[in-house]
């Protein structure tokens, strides 16, 4: 997801990764909680089910980065779908993912960071959605090795319009579409970066042909001007 937080007592040289992997949360019946702040909670179980409604319209092979909850991934199982990879970082919650993956012979597991582990394969579909993830802005550049050409990409939304932390960096002038969805945010979540106005929307991104490493390179030297 796009929220990030520094750590308290940040060593400039521990990387980032080393933290979130000793990361400690606390899991309730609702949420995952990182001290005060939410990393997850079950109400945005709608919001997940469109996502996974999404990637998976393809089915075949299903790229999931970050677990969370399992919200995403147990609709994203409910699809017709051939197999389901899951990269996440955390270690308590990697715990919970090999429980929960114990009785579902499609899931693959990849313990590490998304973009220093991604597997040498291509996937039909994929769903992003990470926590403090420094590497967040390089998604669709890094991701690029395993897309198919009709690969399509959805990602936790946190701007509550048609619009997306991609759409004026490196997806300017990609394909992408958003499913407006009605639905109430709680007062408490403090994640959003727009006003909250009972709306959210998935984002489809369809990869086309002009989606290549050489035209991302581009847009991230015109930004680093």
């Known amino acids: 997801m796009n929220r990030f937080k520094k750590p308290e007592g940040f060593d400039k040289e521990l990387k980032m990764y080393e933290w979130m992997k000793q990361e400690k949360f606390e899991f309730n019946k609702n949420s995952i909680m990182d001290g005060k702040d939410i990393v997850m909670h079950d109400w945005e179980d709608k919001m997940m089910k469109k996502h996974a409604e999404v990637v998976c319209q393809n089915g075949g092979d299903i790229l999931e980065l970050g677990f969370g909850m399992g919200l995403s991934a147990g609709h994203i199982q409910q699809q017709d779908i051939k197999s389901h990879t899951i990269i996440e970082k955390n270690k308590n919650v990697h715990e919970r993912l090999c429980k929960w993956a114990e009785d579902k012979p499609n899931v693959k597991i990849i313990f590490g960071d998304w973009y220093d582990n991604l597997p040498d394969e ?22 690029l090795s395993v897309f198919k050409k009709t690969t399509i990409v959805s990602w936790f939304n946190s701007y509550l319009d048609e619009d997306s932390i991609y759409s004026k960096s490196l997806l300017q002038n990609s394909s992408v579409k958003y499913h407006k969805m009605n639905i109430k945010i709680p007062e408490y979540v403090d994640y959003f970066l727009k006003e909250y106005k009972d709306e ?23 930004m680093r001007k």
């Open 122 to 143: 291509k996937f039909d579909g994929v769903f992003f959605d990470t926590y403090n993830d420094i590497n967040r802005m390089f998604m669709p550049l890094r991701l």
């Open 200 to 222: 959210y929307f998935v984002p489809e991104w369809s990869i086309g042909e002009n989606d290549t490493k050489e035209k991302y390179m581009k847009i991230l030297h015109k």
